[in-house]
């Protein structure tokens, strides 16, 4: 399959969202670390360097909007997409610090499109989308 594009920590409370992400990420050459909730993911997001996180906003214990403050508070460059299907929570996680915003259902380009975005400002490869 060749060299990995990204490694993306993808933070959802949902499994079936998480193996779509799972599935489209993968597909595109990017290596992929999931998490059921808020906390889960800070955890493994203060274990290992990700080149992206991509985190839903609503979540038991921890919050998206906690996820986003903790993480842009630590390391202001990290690039975060915050999802919801929820326009107006997707405004207000900009103010937390969210990178791009992807609402809810997504399609397959919409997400590819959004990580590409993302990710283009950090010299990735995009020729694998």
């Known amino acids: 399959m060749g060299a990995v594009v990204a490694s993306i920590l993808v933070i959802d409370d949902a499994p079936d969202v998480l193996e779509v992400f799972r599935a489209i990420l993968e597909s595109k050459g990017h290596a992929v670390v999931e998490a059921l909730d808020g906390k889960r993911g800070l955890a493994l997001y203060r274990q290992e360097p990700f080149d992206l996180v991509i985190t839903d906003i609503f979540m038991p214990e921890i919050s998206g909007f906690e996820v986003l403050s903790t993480i842009k508070r630590t390391c202001p460059d990290q690039k975060i997409i915050a999802t ?39 010299g990735h490869s995009s020729s694998k989308f």
């Open 84 to 122: 919801s299907a929820l326009e107006d929570v997707l405004e207000q996680a900009q103010k937390y610090g969210a990178d791009a915003l992807l609402l809810k259902p997504f399609g397959v380009w919409a997400l590819v499109e959004v990580v590409r975005e993302v990710l283009g400002g950090e």
